[in-house]
């Protein structure tokens, strides 16, 4: 259910384990999208699923609480060198650009 999330969402899941009572996952996500949306999409669509294929659940977690409330999220980013990289190709990009206008 969480892949075919991310698969609607264009995210992608680097690695996953679900555990007992945990899931672990670490995404890919386009910058369009906040944390909290993606986080949104994925436990809301995977507890509506849940609760419809399985209604017994509904009497386990009442409320319709299927995930817990919080989740944790940290990012990983580019070093100084690697975004400086970027920019100069950048800049050949639209030096071509230009050109092919």
Known sequence: ??????????????????????????LSVPPKYSPAEVMKRIKGSSSERMFREFPELKKRYWGQHFWARG???????????????????????ENQLKLWE
Request: aromatic share 6%; with cysteine; net charge negative.
């Open 1 to 26: 259910m969480i892949s075919e999330v991310c698969d609607m969402l264009e995210i992608e899941i680097v690695k996953g384990r679900v555990m007992k009572d945990h899931v672990h996952v670490c």
């Open 71 to 93: 989740y944790f999220v940290s990012t990983v980013g580019a070093d100084e060198e690697t975004i400086k990289k970027y920019i100069k190709e950048q800049k050949k990009v």
